[in-house]
């Protein structure tokens, strides 16, 4: 017989007790509709790589991740090109997620996928909320013809939940048209304050991590200069610790661009956070 001692296949801190566990780590694997740099589809088994190299206890939260007992599911399998299934294999198995009566952090990916799991959420909770971190605006009615994108996903979202359920930090990057209904609507947030209204909310964490500057994070598909340190979205993440945070998800590591892997190193770092909210 084998003896080991082996290096888990879980990402840094997880429960292997499904029934126990609070929160479910799930891999989010596909990135069909990229639309510049492809390759987020294998982002969440290089950070469960990496975060062997990261601590359990959060500094920021001064808690740690073995006390959150979070279970990691592992990845979906997705069918290559065809974003209909793959939401709705997504959607199937975020609704067992919940009907766990457990939370969902997701880990991505491409950006559409979010939509699935903002469905499930919907059939479990009312009065949902999305707060989403992004460069990006993801308002487009279609791009190249096609309705499911990564670039039209909080459009899709917004038309669920409402585009006054809807806040968008740290965007820098859009058509005028996209600018034009966040102006409308409001939807952009500058300050945490800002984010009040949502108190009394069940709401869904989006991070997109082109948000983060690149000089920081240059492993994603489309990154964009002028965008947050990690220090400023870790005052949003706070101000949001006392917020009823009831799913997350963090998309669009595309970690063999950046072959230091200082972001994929960051992602860990955030994922360890983001499980402090939930």
């Known amino acids: 017989m084998l003896k080991g001692p082996f290096l888990s296949k879980d990402f840094i801190g997880a429960t292997d007790d499904y ?3 609070k929160i479910v780590m799930l891999g989010m694997p596909y990135d069909c509709t990229c639309s510049n740099r492809a390759g987020t589809r294998f982002g969440p088994q290089a950070a469960r790589l990496e975060s062997i190299g990261i601590e359990t206890y959060s500094v920021y939260f001064d808690r740690d991740m073995e006390d959150t007992m979070f279970f990691d599911a592992g990845d979906l399998e997705y069918p290559f090109g065809n974003a209909k299934k793959a939401l709705e294999i997504t959607e199937d198995n975020v609704d067992c997620i919940y009907g766990d009566s457990k939370k969902l952090l997701g880990i991505g990916g491409e950006h559409l996928i979010t939509l699935a799991s903002v469905k499930s959420v919907l059939k479990k ?3 949902v909320a999305v707060i989403q971190f992004d460069a990006h605006t993801d308002l487009r009615e279609q ?3 096609e ?3 990564h670039s039209g996903v909080m459009y899709r979202i917004a038309q669920l939940v409402g585009w006054e359920n809807i806040a968008q930090i740290g965007l820098r990057s ?5 600018f034009d209904i966040v102006k409308k609507y409001n939807t952009l947030k500058t300050k945490p304050q800002d984010l009040d209204k949502f108190k009394n909310k ?3 964490l989006t991070i997109d991590l082109d948000v983060l500057d690149p000089s920081l994070m240059s492993g994603v598909g489309t990154p964009e ?5 990690y220090k400023e979205l870790m005052d949003w993440l706070l101000y949001l610790k006392d917020f009823n945070i009831v ?3 963090i998309m669009e590591l595309a970690p063999d661009i950046d072959a230091t892997k200082t972001s994929t190193a960051t992602c860990c770092k955030l994922i360890r956070e983001v499980l402090m909210l939930l």
């Open 125 to 127: 909770y009312d009065n």
């Open 225 to 229: 200069a002028g965008g947050l340190t």
């Open 247 to 249: 799913g997350a998800d």
């Open 174 to 178: 859009g058509e005028k048209e996209e």
């Open 19 to 21: 029934n126990a566990s």
């Open 143 to 145: 791009y190249l013809g």
């Open 202 to 204: 069940n709401i869904f």
């Open 147 to 149: 309705e499911l994108t």
